[in-house]
């Protein structure tokens, strides 16, 4: 008797449960969401985040506010986003590789791994770029090889935060142009770039695409690659780092929604639906393309399998930054 | 060239009856951001960007911009009002403006402050208008090096605080720069002096720990009092006395110069400039003991850096596309959504909106002072409240201030702490300012030292080579060995000659 | 009761400890993170001149006020028992208000610490209390999550 009464209890407090679960998803969201962005206000993956935002809110009739949790490389947001509750109301931006970085290398300590995420959708795919200044020796990328491979360790090479996706690309560089080696120099953020560029300070970036766009059309800078196999569009005058001889020279700055683990499926795909059709919507490729932003949607296993490949590739080259001498 | 005619064309642009509205609007808004607790310029200025979309470009950047500078202003109000910095570059005015206020001048700091921003404001203005482009190639050429050199300098100038004893000064400056420490390392990313709090890995927030260095402590030293005696502020004392008007028209135009300067070089901040102010004008003092007592110059010095500063960090945007500072970053961001890229390119191509941004600012410089003045008086008032509601309220927010910064409580023990730790600094009377200029030059020194190193593959020559660094090296000796030989005042000079 | 000068006296000589305190294990941790390394200096490099200059100075200072003879200029004021029990009250209801902060959410929080502390440092009308408490929770609520995005917690019972 006393059996059967447990057995029903332990039923009933399961289908409570479960229709808890499913009545809370059904009216979601009934109350705010939060929006977390790994980085300070104003840079590109805070702007895009806050374009998604105000047309994903529209949507779902509650406001999504961004939230900068900037500091550490991402580490400090994305610290916090693995600790919340898997309801659906804290989301954030993951951006790849700088979270697998964080997570591969020992010395950041970081208390999460890359199981710790439910990745939602992403939104941007922005390939990487090597630009020097318009007056550069360097018109093709083939110059800066061949100087590289002259006098290793003297070309200044910039980078926008130590294992960065920057970073990991010159590695990639270098490994496919044995004997030439850049001297790195660790700055904080595309516009310190720009400075000491501009500056002489540095002689040769490595960046992304969307940082550099308007000035590469404006002609302030000469972008000389490319890092994908296919042209951009926004810049289709440069060439691609396979064109230029070096196909595995591929990298780039990939930035997507994830929430913390154990987020229940049919969860995960609402949000999908809301948040593929804000990106979807004209005005958000709009605002993102003006500024030379390329989108790319991916989501389910697409998305799983993009993040665990870029997490392979992050491993090798994280692990040859840490023990590659100066 | 004819920028007297796009100055004027710029200028009827933003007197046009729209852009006017948003140059009022931002004004008001900026300052009730810097008055509100945990509303940095940057958080702000980020929240309204949205707002930009449907507006103008023109009037959204107007708007903006207004802002931005508002905030400068309004941050002063709370500094003065309850020492407590509304943001971050307010925190040198606390010094000596809320020792005024305690005086019953508060209203007269307040006024000072917004003459002297008005002046270090419409001073930029104008530079920016006839030398921008050429001072700008300048400041570019202020690379990692260079930079570490400018920090020497400004770490320099810490004896200058020191009050009392010189070497508690250093004692503190020292511990500030070593607390700067706390969090992960920005070069190699490794966790320093976390202790495992996740909470720590960006370091103890600034604006949480001078909060409660400097508003938290203030008020537990005024519970002390048994009969808190409340302050009279007559109007006749809003007008700063002749003796005043004259010690501040040195203070202003030197401030001004400071900020100006400093502006240009990208990465240096809105608070550097306010101490450099404040402490080159208490070195150049006959009466320097007058510091941190209420003298009128300790805030009409960096209040006319703080704004000419913040005018003219405006020129590396606006002709280079280089933003100095995060909150400028946010403004370019803004720039950047509505389809413009902030540079030389676009003075060429859109030069009607860039001029009538340029001539807005000598709008919301104007517009600012004419709003802040007559109010000047009201906000005085405020202290006249019994003093457990001017407690509590200031409690409320810091409470606020502390905890919006990233929605973390632990913030809020960060300030408590501080507080009771700045309430035992002031009771023994040691020096709290070096401690917080420790702590701001921190994070500059190690990462331009290292990002120098990075750029010279770990030749400790570079800094001796380049001629601007070096310029800057020899300036930090002549500066450490000046104040350590602490030249006595004229007097005692001129009686020991006669 | 310790006199004045006795007081600021013993104060330096608590600070000069307390700074020792600091300046000795952080020299001690850094030590335990690379000084220089192929690379450059290392996270430890700075931390560990800082603390040992600090620690340095710190002891010098100690030296120095337990040595003086004289303490002129050395007056501290230390507060009376009401005063120090305000004080001390403000402190407990400043934890207190952190602890419960988010559980208990900004509204349910901030308003009974309003009116305590209004009580503990000696308002009187029952009115202006009242009112300031609601304006400094609810209304100050209101502004700033409606009107400013800022978000302010909500407790766990929806307040």
């Given at each position: 008797?006393?059996?059967?009464?447990?057995?029903?209890?332990?039923?009933?407090?399961?289908?409570?449960?479960?229709?808890?679960?499913?009545?809370?998803?059904?009216?979601?969201?009934?109350?705010?969401?939060?929006?977390?962005?790994?980085?300070?206000?104003?840079?590109?993956?805070?702007?895009?985040a806050?374009?998604?935002?105000?047309?994903?809110e529209?949507?779902?009739?509650?406001?999504?506010?961004?939230?900068?949790?900037?500091?550490?490389?991402?580490?400090?947001?994305?610290?916090?986003?693995?600790?919340?509750?898997?309801?659906?109301?804290?989301?954030?931006?993951?951006?790849l590789?700088?979270?697998?970085?964080?997570?591969?290398?020992?010395?950041?300590r970081a208390?999460f791994?890359?199981?710790?995420?439910?990745?939602?959708?992403?939104?941007?795919?922005?390939?990487?770029v090597?630009?020097?200044?318009?007056?550069?020796?360097?018109?093709?990328?083939?110059?800066l090889?061949?100087?590289?491979?002259?006098?290793?360790?003297?070309i200044?090479?910039?980078?926008?935060?130590?294992?960065s996706?920057?970073?990991?690309a010159?590695?990639?560089?270098?490994?496919?142009?044995?004997?030439?080696?850049f001297?790195?120099?660790?700055?904080?953020?595309?516009?310190?770039?720009?400075?000491?560029?501009?500056?002489?300070?540095?002689?040769?970036?490595?960046?992304?695409?969307?940082?550099?766009?308007?000035?590469?059309?404006?002609?302030?800078?000469?972008?000389?690659?490319?890092?994908?196999?296919?042209?951009?569009?926004?810049?289709?005058?440069?060439?691609?780092?396979?064109?230029?001889?070096?196909?595995?020279?591929?990298?780039?700055?990939?930035?997507?929604?994830?929430?913390?683990?154990?987020?229940?499926?049919?969860?995960?795909?609402?949000?999908?639906?809301?948040?593929?059709?804000?990106?979807e919507?004209?005005?958000?490729?709009?605002?993102?393309?003006?500024?030379?932003?390329?989108?790319?949607?991916?989501?389910?296993?697409?998305?799983?399998?993009?993040?665990?490949?870029t997490?392979?590739?992050?491993?090798?080259?994280?692990?040859?930054?840490?023990?590659?001498?100066? | 060239m004819?920028?007297?005619?796009?100055?004027?064309?710029?200028?009827?642009?933003?007197?046009?009856?729209?852009?006017?509205?948003?140059?009022?609007?931002?004004?008001?808004?900026?300052?009730?951001?810097?008055?509100?607790?945990?509303?940095?310029?940057?958080?702000?200025?980020?929240?309204?960007?949205?707002?930009?979309?449907?507006?103008?470009?023109?009037?959204?950047?107007?708007?903006?911009?207004?802002?931005?500078?508002?905030?400068?202003?309004?941050?002063?109000?709370?500094?003065?009002?309850i020492?407590?910095?509304?943001?971050?570059?307010?925190?040198?005015?606390?010094?000596?403006?809320?020792?005024?206020?305690?005086?019953?001048?508060?209203?007269?700091?307040l006024?000072?402050?917004?003459?002297?921003?008005?002046?270090?404001?419409?001073?930029?203005?104008?530079?920016?208008?006839?030398?921008?482009?050429?001072?700008?190639?300048?400041?570019?050429?202020?690379?990692?090096?260079?930079?570490?050199?400018?920090?020497?300098?400004?770490?320099?100038?810490?004896?200058?605080?020191?009050?009392?004893?010189?070497?508690?000064?250093?004692?503190?400056?020292?511990?500030?720069?070593?607390?700067?420490?706390?969090?992960?390392?920005?070069?190699?990313?490794?966790?320093?002096?976390?202790?495992?709090?996740?909470?720590?890995?960006?370091?103890?927030?600034?604006?949480?720990?001078?909060?409660g260095?400097?508003?938290?402590?203030?008020?537990?030293?005024?519970?002390?009092?048994?009969?808190?005696?409340?302050?009279?502020?007559?109007?006749?004392?809003?007008?700063?006395?002749?003796?005043?008007?004259?010690?501040?028209?040195?203070?202003?135009?030197?401030g001004?110069g400071?900020?100006?300067f400093?502006?240009?070089?990208?990465?240096?901040?809105?608070?550097?400039?306010?101490?450099?102010?404040?402490?080159?004008?208490?070195r150049?003092?006959?009466?320097?003991?007058?510091?941190?007592?209420?003298?009128?110059?300790?805030?009409?010095?960096?209040?006319?850096?703080?704004?000419?500063?913040?005018?003219?960090?405006?020129?590396?945007?606006?002709?280079?596309?280089?933003p100095?500072?995060?909150?400028?970053?946010?403004?370019?961001?803004?720039?950047?959504?509505?389809?413009?890229t902030?540079?030389?390119?676009?003075?060429?191509?859109?030069?009607?909106?860039?001029?009538?941004?340029?001539?807005?600012?000598?709008?919301?410089?104007?517009?600012?002072?004419v709003?802040?003045?007559?109010?000047?008086?009201l906000?005085?008032?405020?202290?006249?409240?019994?003093?457990?509601?001017?407690?509590v309220?200031?409690?409320?927010f810091?409470?606020?201030?502390?905890?919006?910064?990233?929605?973390?409580?632990?913030?809020?023990?960060?300030?408590?702490?501080?507080?009771v730790?700045?309430?035992?600094?002031?009771?023994?009377?040691?020096?709290?300012a070096?401690?917080?200029l420790?702590?701001?030059?921190?994070?500059?020194?190690?990462?331009?030292?290292?990002t120098?190193?990075e750029?010279?593959?770990?030749?400790?020559?570079?800094?001796?080579?380049?001629?601007?660094?070096?310029?800057?090296?020899?300036?930090?000796?002549?500066?450490?060995?000046?104040?350590?030989?602490?030249?006595?005042?004229?007097?005692?000079?001129?009686?020991?000659?006669? | 009761?310790?006199?004045?000068?006795?007081?600021?006296?013993?104060?330096?000589?608590?600070?000069?400890?307390?700074?020792?305190?600091?300046?000795?294990?952080?020299?001690?941790?850094?030590?335990?993170?690379?000084?220089?390394?192929?690379?450059?200096?290392?996270?430890?490099?700075?931390?560990?001149?800082l603390?040992?200059?600090?620690?340095?100075?710190?002891?010098?200072?100690?030296?120095?006020?337990?040595l003086?003879?004289?303490?002129?200029?050395?007056?501290?004021?230390?507060?009376?028992?009401?005063?120090a029990?305000?004080?001390l009250?403000?402190?407990?209801?400043l934890?207190?208000?952190?602890?419960?902060?988010?559980?208990?959410?900004?509204?349910?929080?901030?308003?009974?610490?309003?009116?305590?502390?209004?009580?503990?440092?000696?308002?009187?009308?029952?009115?202006?209390?009242?009112?300031?408490?609601?304006?400094?929770?609810?209304g100050?609520?209101?502004?700033?999550?409606?009107?400013?995005?800022?978000?302010?917690?909500?407790?766990?019972?929806?307040?």
């Amino acid at each position: 008797m006393l059996k059967f009464a447990k057995c029903l209890s332990v039923a009933a407090i399961v289908a409570a449960a479960l229709t808890g679960t499913a009545t809370a998803q059904q009216d979601f969201p009934n109350k705010p969401m939060q929006l977390m962005v790994a980085f300070p206000a104003g840079g590109s993956t805070d702007i895009a985040a806050r374009v998604v935002a105000s047309i994903a809110e529209k949507a779902v009739g509650q406001p999504i506010v961004v939230v900068n949790r900037g500091g550490a490389g991402g580490q400090i947001g994305w610290t916090e986003l693995v600790r919340q509750k898997p309801d659906g109301y804290y989301i954030g931006f993951i951006n790849l590789p700088a979270t697998n970085t964080v997570i591969l290398d020992p010395e950041r300590r970081a208390i999460f791994n890359e199981k710790d995420f439910t990745p939602i959708i992403n939104q941007v795919l922005d390939p990487g770029v090597i630009w020097v200044r318009a007056d550069s020796p360097y018109k093709t990328v083939q110059d800066l090889i061949d100087a590289a491979k002259k006098s290793p360790g003297t070309i200044r090479a910039a980078t926008t935060g130590i294992l960065s996706d920057d970073h990991l690309a010159i590695l990639m560089t270098e490994e496919a142009a044995p004997g030439a080696k850049f001297r790195i120099v660790h700055l904080d953020g595309g516009a310190t770039q720009f400075k000491e560029i501009m500056g002489g300070n540095v002689d040769v970036a490595f960046d992304n695409v969307g940082s550099i766009v308007k000035r590469v059309l404006s002609g302030e800078v000469r972008a000389l690659t490319v890092l994908d196999d296919v042209r951009s569009k926004f810049m289709p005058n440069v060439p691609t780092s396979k064109e230029a001889g070096y196909p595995t020279v591929i990298s780039s700055s990939t930035r997507g929604i994830a929430g913390p683990k154990g987020m229940p499926a049919p969860l995960v795909a609402k949000l999908q639906g809301v948040l593929k059709k804000a990106m979807e919507d004209p005005e958000h490729v709009k605002k993102l393309e003006d500024q030379g932003i390329a989108i790319k949607i991916m989501i389910g296993d697409e998305y799983e399998k993009y993040f665990a490949e870029t997490h392979a590739k992050a491993k090798k080259y994280t692990e040859w930054a840490k023990n590659r001498p100066m | 060239m004819d920028t007297l005619t796009h100055l004027m064309a710029g200028l009827s642009a933003a007197l046009s009856l729209q852009n006017f509205a948003f140059a009022l609007i931002g004004c008001v808004l900026g300052t009730l951001i810097g008055v509100l607790p945990g509303l940095g310029p940057a958080a702000g200025t980020a929240i309204l960007i949205p707002l930009t979309f449907k507006l103008d470009p023109t009037g959204a950047l107007i708007m903006l911009s207004a802002i931005y500078y508002g905030a400068m202003y309004g941050g002063t109000i709370t500094s003065v009002l309850i020492n407590v910095p509304g943001e971050a570059a307010s925190v040198v005015t606390c010094i000596d403006g809320h020792q005024m206020a305690k005086q019953g001048r508060g209203g007269t700091a307040l006024g000072i402050a917004a003459i002297g921003s008005f002046v270090g404001g419409i001073f930029a203005t104008f530079a920016l208008v006839i030398v921008a482009p050429p001072l700008a190639q300048v400041a570019l050429k202020f690379g990692p090096p260079e930079f570490f050199a400018l920090m020497l300098v400004g770490l320099c100038l810490i004896t200058g605080l020191g009050g009392r004893s010189l070497l508690a000064g250093l004692v503190m400056a020292v511990l500030g720069l070593l607390i700067a420490m706390i969090g992960i390392d920005p070069v190699r990313g490794a966790p320093r002096f976390t202790l495992g709090i996740p909470s720590l890995y960006d370091g103890l927030g600034f604006i949480p720990v001078v909060m409660g260095l400097f508003g938290v402590a203030e008020i537990l030293l005024a519970v002390q009092q048994p009969h808190r005696q409340v302050i009279k502020t007559d109007l006749a004392s809003l007008i700063p006395s002749r003796e005043e008007w004259r010690r501040s028209i040195g203070a202003i135009g030197r401030g001004t110069g400071i900020g100006f300067f400093l502006g240009l070089i990208p990465g240096v901040g809105s608070i550097i400039p306010t101490f450099v102010a404040y402490v080159f004008e208490k070195r150049l003092s006959k009466t320097p003991e007058r510091f941190g007592n209420g003298a009128i110059e300790g805030v009409a010095a960096p209040e006319s850096a703080n704004n000419a500063y913040a005018n003219a960090a405006m020129i590396p945007l606006l002709t280079l596309g280089i933003p100095s500072s995060p909150t400028i970053a946010v403004l370019m961001g803004a720039f950047i959504i509505n389809g413009l890229t902030p540079g030389p390119f676009l003075f060429q191509e859109r030069p009607d909106l860039v001029w009538a941004v340029i001539a807005s600012f000598f709008l919301g410089n104007i517009l600012l002072l004419v709003l802040n003045l007559p109010f000047v008086g009201l906000w005085a008032r405020i202290l006249h409240l019994p003093y457990q509601y001017v407690c509590v309220g200031t409690l409320t927010f810091c409470i606020i201030g502390a905890y919006s910064l990233q929605q973390n409580v632990f913030d809020i023990y960060v300030m408590i702490a501080c507080g009771v730790i700045g309430y035992g600094m002031r009771k023994i009377d040691m020096p709290i300012a070096p401690l917080v200029l420790g702590l701001i030059l921190g994070p500059f020194l190690e990462k331009s030292l290292r990002t120098s190193l990075e750029m010279s593959a770990g030749d400790f020559s570079i800094f001796f080579t380049r001629p601007l660094c070096l310029v800057l090296l020899v300036l930090a000796a002549v500066v450490l060995v000046a104040s350590a030989l602490r030249l006595p005042p004229r007097e005692i000079r001129e009686a020991s000659a006669g | 009761m310790p006199n004045g000068r006795n007081a600021a006296k013993r104060g330096w000589q608590i600070a000069c400890l307390c700074l020792l305190a600091i300046f000795v294990p952080a020299l001690v941790t850094s030590l335990g993170y690379s000084l220089i390394d192929a690379l450059g200096p290392g996270p430890g490099f700075f931390p560990f001149w800082l603390s040992l200059i600090g620690a340095v100075l710190s002891a010098v200072m100690l030296a120095q006020t337990t040595l003086a003879k004289t303490n002129e200029g050395m007056e501290i004021s230390l507060p009376d028992r009401r005063g120090a029990v305000q004080a001390l009250g403000m402190l407990v209801a400043l934890t207190a208000a952190a602890a419960l902060f988010e559980p208990l959410g900004y509204r349910l929080t901030m308003l009974p610490f309003i009116a305590a502390l209004l009580v503990v440092l000696g308002a009187r009308s029952p009115v202006a209390i009242a009112l300031t408490a609601l304006a400094g929770s609810f209304g100050v609520f209101y502004v700033f999550y409606h009107w400013l995005k800022v978000p302010l917690p909500v407790g766990v019972l929806g307040l």
